[in-house]
Nanobody, 123 residues
Framework: QVQLVESGGGLVQAGGSLRLSCAAS????????MGWFRQAPGKEREFVAR????????YYADSVKGRFTISRDNAKNTVYLQMNSLKPEDTAVYYC????????????????WGQGTQVTVSS
């Protein structure tokens, strides 16, 4: 089992940057696929990015490709989401998720979730 705690959200102007962090408990962080998802008010939770256990492979939603970068530091039990060129439509609660098996874009495939961190982008 793993516990996840996100941080780094906040208010930023359009065009700005933020870096989200997700710290995981436990000694087996490197055995989990990690993902970032987001949920805007009145909308379903949507996939943002995912990264394999070793960090050697990543995948992004089309809406963030070229602007966001997911990375992980297995020695620090942390996954990051660097968000550049932010847009008002990026405003949402951002969640990190972990799963020992699935390398998927579906939120239903992830067993463990953090509590979320709010990102607000003003125009």
């Amino acid at each position: 089992q793993v516990q996840l705690v996100e941080s780094g959200g906040g208010l930023v102007q359009a065009g700005g940057s933020l870096r989200l962090s997700c710290a995981a408990s436990g000694r087996t962080f490197s055995s989990y696929v990690m993902g970032w998802f987001r949920q805007a008010p009145g909308k379903e939770r949507e996939f943002v990015a995912r990264i394999k256990r070793s960090g050697g492979s990543t995948y992004y939603a089309d809406s963030v490709k070229g602007r966001f970068t997911i990375s992980r530091d297995n020695a620090k039990n942390t996954v990051y989401l660097q968000m550049n060129s932010l847009k008002p439509e990026d405003t949402a609660v951002y969640y990190c998720a972990a799963d020992p098996l699935s390398y998927s874009s579906s939120p239903n495939a992830y067993a463990y979730w953090g509590q979320g961190t709010q990102v607000t982008v003003s125009s």
